[in-house]
Structure formats: structure tokens, C-alpha cells
């Protein structure tokens, strides 16, 4: 049960404080029932103009590091009271409560010692009650040093609708998403201490919820609008600068905007941590100032620079490379694509998936061996993980095994191997061909997989607009599987990304010039190729996604009666309309974190691989 807070010092008190020049630290303590002991000291340091019955003033929770205690705000009052003077700091409220060593500011597995709980729930409410610290976000921040830098992580990440700010000195971050994935040298707690923080036996949920760098990957949306400042030595004794390294890398995945620094010749200890703590006030300062107008001289430059490279066809200057906000749907969609594919190599290298291009899944004679191969997306270490095979689109005339763009990315860091492939086009190859390229592909990795880490027992296919209705054709007409030397049933499930071509003699009665060039005019030629026509009970059919691009009349003219007749056999059949995406973009966007179709798409490939 929560205990009512008594206010800790008198008005006598407060009134003494203000008259004290910004000299003096007020030490006291809060009694609470969230900790052992009953009770927690605590510093606060105000500046001189504090009035206690004047204007709020921003709050800072500063946080100690190990065996640290409420003094550190004496080792930083005089720089905080020289940038108060110099007007480099805005006036606050600075706040350091005492915590125990190895605590990290977490609430103990036990529950006994509730220190974030404290902080959060009792600490915070009785700084703004008793010295009129702001309660709005956007002037209440957090920072520490080695454990209170970690510390200003958790706490800056887990709850940013508390915090606009955090500034977090050489923490000492894990360098991994998982506990295993953590490499031995950086646990330097000891075994009793992580005990105490994730219990024995080691509770990995708790991890995930606790790890800076998990909560990162697991909601990097909420961080959208986070100031976030991080910085370590590079020739840290504690080894920190790798785990300070990780997590930047992976805000930069996510394309959160944040400050990194990693300081050159800097320890965790030394002379270098005063000028290091005057830059982050600076950025803290900075946040505060926030928005700030853009100088004259800067917009005229971004304003000239941007025309010129309009001129040139090239993208406007100074851009955040995001591939979160980025436009991929421009009217020029050849630029989109470059875009896109220039963006989804980055973010695979970021990621650390490796490619292996061009491997042939079939050789026949007077082909193209190019026409017939694959490329393999996977990571080291990789295991039993289950196989997605891709399929472009391009109208059965055009396209590249490239198209793959930002799906491997963010497929293969989950536990997928991701193949990507080529095919024969029109005219020396017929549809049928086509699908049975698709599904020669999908049976070699049946035989294969398991040399790049992959299970091809568990096989999924995934198609975009001709690839769509390629991958449709397979999934529904046993007799290409069964010409591959498989079956229907080695298919695990089918998505099926925006294709016309679902029944095909209905769409041919008003047909696009791309459709006529690709099936002609032979009706028995159609019928293979025709999923519609394919849709039995009992015959091993896997479940299909159909997503469909914003507004499209396909919807009622072909994927919805499709539903119903995948129901009617007993077919598991999801449709998901793309809010707001073209045909092109629907695909283009597969993979992107933040956009709603890749949470459909990887949803349904993690509920039928069992994930």
C-alpha cells in the first residue's frame, strides 16, 4: 500500500534555501514503505532565484553511480552553479536521491527494495509538491554516470511520457538484445547481483523488460520524440564503450535522433569526466531551448542546396535517413526504388545479415542461369530457422530477385532465413513455367536449406503483384509442387502481396494491356495458372495472407469472393488492406518498422511457424 508522503522540510526550511545564493545543498530524507530500510536520503540543489512560491522550475533527477550516494550533487553543484551564472544552464531543480550499489535502479527481483517504484511513484510527486519542479515533460529530464547513467537509460526509455530528456554517462549497457546474446566479458555484476535483479533461476522476460537495449527494440516508436544523450570513453576500464556502441547502432537501426559520443583517450574514471559532464548539461540546456527558429543563414543555404539538388533529380538535402519516415511513394517510382534499395542495404549491413547472391535452384538447357537463381539472406549462427522464399512482381515481363528490399532485414535478425529469386518472363516462358520455377525454387530449399542454417520442413512463400498470383498458382495447383519432386503440404503458409490475378478468366474480361500481353487469349492456358479454379478441401492447401493495396476494386472483384471460397474449404484465408499504400509502396514498405502491413505480415508468419 502506498504511503502518504510527508513533506520532508518546513517552509522555514524552503525559505533558508532561497536565501542561500545557490551555495548551499538541502539534504533530507523521504520515508517510504517501498524500501527496506523505511526511509531514503536525498540532495536537492537549487539555484538562487529559487522563490518557493514563484514559477515551476524544470526538474532534474540525477542519478549516482556505484557507491556513490546523495554527494554527488556536491562534486557537480559548482559547474552547475558556474553555467547557471553563464546562462550556458537554465535554472532547475536538481535532485539525487540515495540508492544502494547494484541496484540499478531497478526494483529487486524479491520486491523488497522497489527502487524504481520509489523514484517513479513517491520521489518524483514529492519534488513537485515540495519545490515546485515542473510536472510537464518537456522540462523534466533525467541523467547519471555509470550506474545512474544506466540508470537515466531505464528510466528515460521506460517511461519518455515522464521524461522529455535523458543524458546518460558511459552506462553500463549490455551489448546485446538477450542475456545469452551478451558476450561473457560484459556481465562484470556478480552472480548475487543479477540474482537480485532477475532471479535464480535467470527470469529472460525480465531482462527483455528491463535491458535498455530490448526496450529499444521493442517500442522504438514511443521513443519517437525522446532527446537522448549518450557518450562513454573509448578506452573504458569496465569495457562500456561496446555495450554504449550497441545501443547507439541500434538507435540508429530504429533512426531514433540522438547524440553520441564516444570520447577519445577517456576512461570511466579521470580528468576527462568534468569537461564530459559540462557537455551534457550543454545538450540538456539545448533540449530546454527546444524549438528553437532556424538561423537566416542556415535556412537560405538548406533552401539553395535543396534546388540544386532537385535540378539534379536528386533528393532534398540534409535528410534523416529513416527507413521509418522516408517516402517511398513519390510519383517517380523509379526514384523510390532507388531510394528504397539503397536504404534497405544499409539497414541489412546495420544488422548484420549477410547475402549470399546468385545460387542456381534449377540449370536448364538455353536458360540464363541468372533467370533460375536465388539469393540467400542470413546471419551467423543460424539454425532450424524457418525459410520465407520471395517473389517480385514486374507484370511476368520484368524485375529483379533485388526487390527483396527491406524484408530480410527484418526477417532474418528475428530467425528467418529469407531467400530471395529470379524467374523466366514472357514471352519465351509461359505462366506456367513461371510457377514452376517457383516451385522448382521452393523444393530445392526443402533440400537445402539446412546448409544456411535453415529448416525446409517449415517453408513459406511470399509474392508481389506477379509474384502474387505466382505464389497463389503454387500454393493452390498441387501439380507444380508435385513436378518439383514435393508437395502442398511442404508449404507452410502463402502471402500474397496486391495481385489482379487471382480468378483469372474473370479478370481477362477486362483485362489490362499487362495482363493480355502476359496470358493471351488461350482459356486452357489460363487455367493452371488460375488459383480460383484450384481451391479444394482436403488437399493440403496452406493458409494465406492476401493484402491488398488502399483502395483497390480487386478487393471486391477478387480477394474477398476468394476468402469466402477458401472458408467454404476449410482454408484459412486473412485479408489486410494497406491504408494509404499504392500498389508499389504495399510492397515496398514489407519489412519497415512502424508500418501496419509488416506487423500483419510478420504476425501471421510467427503464428504459423509457431514463433
Not at 517457383?438 to 526443402?446: D, E, G, I
Not at 494465406?544 to 488502399?550: A, G, I, Q, Y
Request: proline share 6%.
Amino acid at each position: 500500500m502506498r504511503v502518504r508522503l510527508a513533506l520532508a522540510l518546513t517552509v522555514a526550511t524552503l525559505c533558508a534555501a532561497a536565501a542561500l545564493q545557490g551555495a548551499e545543498i538541502i539534504r533530507e530524507s523521504l520515508q517510504t514503505e517501498l524500501v527496506e530500510a523505511g526511509s531514503v536520503e536525498y540532495a536537492v540543489l537549487l539555484p538562487d532565484s529559487y522563490d518557493s512560491n514563484g514559477a515551476e522550475l524544470p526538474l532534474l533527477l540525477m542519478l549516482h553511480g556505484a557507491g556513490g550516494d546523495r554527494e554527488q550533487i556536491a562534486r557537480f553543484q559548482p559547474q552547475i552553479q558556474a553555467m547557471w551564472t553563464a546562462r550556458e544552464l537554465p535554472e532547475m531543480v536538481v535532485a539525487v536521491p540515495s540508492v544502494a550499489t547494484g541496484s540499478i535502479y531497478m526494483d529487486s527481483y524479491d520486491g523488497k527494495n522497489r527502487w524504481e517504484s520509489f523514484i517513479m511513484t513517491e520521489f518524483l510527486p514529492h519534488l513537485r509538491d515540495t519545490f515546485r519542479a515542473s510536472t510537464a515533460r518537456e522540462s523534466t529530464m533525467v541523467t547519471g554516470i555509470s550506474m545512474g547513467g544506466f540508470g537515466s537509460l531505464r528510466l528515460g526509455f521506460k517511461y519518455p511520457e515522464t521524461f522529455g530528456a535523458l543524458a546518460a554517462m558511459e552506462p553500463g549497457a549490455w551489448p546485446g538484445l538477450t542475456w545469452d546474446a551478451v558476450p561473457d566479458r560484459n556481465k562484470i555484476r556478480t552472480p548475487g547481483r543479477i540474482a537480485a535483479l532477475f532471479g535464480d533461476p535467470f527470469d529472460p522476460e525480465r531482462f527483455q523488460q528491463e535491458n535498455p537495449a530490448s526496450i529499444v527494440q521493442n517500442a522504438p516508436e514511443q521513443l519517437r520524440d525522446s532527446a537522448i544523450y549518450i557518450e562513454v570513453g573509448d578506452e573504458d576500464f569496465f569495457g562500456f564503450a561496446e555495450g554504449v556502441d550497441f545501443l547507439h547502432r541500434l538507435l540508429w537501426r530504429h533512426r531514433l535522433r540522438h547524440e553520441f559520443r564516444l570520447v577519445r583517450w577517456a576512461d570511466h574514471i579521470g580528468g576527462t569526466i568534468m569537461e564530459r559532464s559540462r557537455n551534457r548539461f550543454r545538450f540538456l540546456a539545448r533540449f530546454l531551448a527546444q524549438p528553437a527558429d532556424p538561423e537566416p543563414s542556415v535556412t537560405r543555404q538548406r533552401e539553395r542546396a535543396a534546388a540544386s539538388h532537385a535540378a539534379r533529380g536528386m533528393e532534398p538535402f540534409g535528410y534523416w535517413p529513416n527507413s521509418t519516415l522516408r517516402a517511398y511513394d513519390t510519383p517517380d517510382a523509379a526514384l523510390n526504388y532507388r531510394r528504397a534499395l539503397r536504404d534497405s542495404r544499409e539497414v541489412r549491413e546495420e544488422r548484420g545479415v549477410i547475402r549470399i547472391a546468385d545460387v542456381g535452384y534449377d540449370s536448364k538447357p538455353g536458360v540464363d542461369p541468372q533467370r533460375q537463381s536465388l539469393d540467400l539472406y542470413l546471419r551467423e549462427g543460424l539454425t532450424g530457422a524457418p525459410v520465407v522464399l520471395y517473389v517480385h512482381g514486374g507484370s511476368w515481363v520484368r524485375g529483379d530477385k533485388a526487390r527483396a528490399l527491406f524484408k530480410p532485414a527484418a526477417l532474418v535478425p528475428e530467425g528467418y532465413l529469407f531467400a530471395s529469386m529470379n524467374y523466366r518472363f514472357r514471352p519465351t516462358a509461359s505462366l506456367a513455367e513461371m510457377a514452376q520455377d517457383v516451385a522448382t525454387a521452393a523444393a530445392w530449399l526443402k533440400r537445402h536449406a539446412a546448409k544456411y542454417g535453415g529448416d525446409g520442413s517449415r517453408l513459406a512463400l511470399v509474392g508481389h503483384s506477379a509474384g502474387a498470383h505466382l505464389v497463389s498458382a503454387v500454393g493452390t495447383n498441387e501439380a507444380f509442387m508435385e513436378a518439383a519432386g514435393a508437395a502442398l503440404a511442404d508449404l507452410n503458409s502463402i502471402v500474397a502481396i496486391d495481385t489482379a490475378m487471382y480468378n483469372v478468366p474473370l479478370q481477362m474480361k477486362h483485362a489490362l494491356n499487362a495482363h493480355t500481353n502476359a496470358f493471351g487469349a488461350d482459356r486452357e492456358a489460363w487455367m493452371p495458372v488460375s488459383p480460383w479454379h484450384h481451391v479444394e478441401a482436403d488437399k493440403d492447401i496452406p493458409p494465406f495472407l492476401l493484402l491488398v493495396s488502399s483502395g483497390r476494386p480487386t478487393m471486391h472483384e477478387q480477394v474477398l469472393p476468394l476468402q469466402a471460397r477458401f472458408s467454404e474449404a476449410g482454408i484459412e484465408a486473412v485479408v489486410h488492406e494497406g491504408e494509404g499504400r499504392a500498389h508499389s509502396p504495399l510492397d515496398t514498405y514489407v519489412g519497415v518498422h512502424g508500418d501496419e502491413t509488416t506487423r500483419v505480415f510478420t504476425e501471421f508468419l510467427a503464428r504459423h511457424f509457431g514463433g
